[in-house]
T-cell receptor, first 115, second 122 residues
Framework: AQSVTQLDSQVPVFEEAPVELRCNYS??????LFWYVQYPNQGLQLLLK??????LVKGINGFEAEFNKSQTSFHLRKPSVHISDTAEYFC?????????????FGAGTRLAVHP | EAGVTQFPSHSVIEKGQTVTLRCDPI?????LYWYRRVMGKEIKFLLH????????ESGMPNNRFLAERTGGTYSTLKVQPAELEDSGVYFC????????????????????FGSGTQLSVL
């Protein structure tokens, strides 16, 4: 069965500093990986996804993530964060069953960007 | 285009009472998912509708939870009777397409989430 571990529940960082949010997954089959963001009082929005091909995936708002199969990781990075990046970030892996799939999420990482 | 709408945004009830959550997916979306997040923990899958049929309800916690999707449009999730451990945020999501696998293979397909219902059982 697939599972996702987000190693940090909270990450404080100063504005314009780089940030990395860590995500490890477990799966016995090929995976599709995702990062979602939830801003206060809003639904989850897709930041980026890895389906196949290049292991470096670029998403919205300057975020990128790198798929590392040997380390079963999909860490999210941004070289310079803004106050507006303050949100909760969720890593997810797809799980196939009966021809359909669903997302398996991690516990989330709260990113707090300080001036 | 309207997004996924959930109602109510917040609900506070007492243990033993009944609560019904509603989700209106994006018009034309066949796939509808319910997820739940208990405070500080992962967002957990509850069930998946394809049109009006339950495709996968493996995540439903117990028989106090009943989900329906009348006519393949909006969906309701009823909790009866509610217990303290049912507190959390209930998310609904929808996607287009007959088979959910396709939404992950096609770069222009994705899940659209509602803003959730915060349920507090006291």
């Amino acid at each position: 069965a697939q599972s996702v571990t987000q190693l940090d529940s909270q990450v404080p960082v100063f504005e314009e500093a780089p940030v990395e949010l860590r995500c490890n997954y477990s799966s016995s089959v090929s995976v599709y990986l995702f990062w979602y963001v939830q801003y206060p009082n809003q639904g989850l929005q897709l930041l980026l996804k890895y389906l196949s091909g290049s292991t470096l995936v670029k998403g919205i708002n300057g975020f990128e993530a790198e798929f590392n199969k040997s380390q079963t990781s999909f860490h999210l990075r941004k070289p310079s964060v803004h106050i507006s990046d303050t949100a909760e970030y969720f890593c997810a892996v797809s799980s196939f069953s009966g021809g359909y799939n669903k997302l398996i999420f991690g516990a989330g990482t709260r990113l707090a960007v300080h001036p | 285009e309207a997004g996924v709408t959930q109602f109510p945004s917040h609900s506070v009830i007492e243990k033993g009472q009944t609560v019904t959550l509603r989700c209106d997916p994006i018009s034309g979306h066949d796939n509808l998912y319910w997820y739940r997040r208990v405070m500080g923990k992962e967002i957990k899958f509850l069930l998946h509708f394809v049109k009006e049929s339950k495709q996968d309800e493996s995540g439903m916690p117990n028989n106090r939870f009943l989900a329906e999707r009348t006519g393949g449009t909006y969906s309701t999730l009823k909790v009866q009777p509610a217990e303290l451990e049912d507190s959390g945020v209930y998310f609904c999501a929808s996607s287009q397409g007959l088979r959910a696998r396709s939404i992950f293979r096609q770069t222009n397909e994705k899940l659209f989430f509602g803003s959730g219902t915060q349920l507090s059982v006291l």
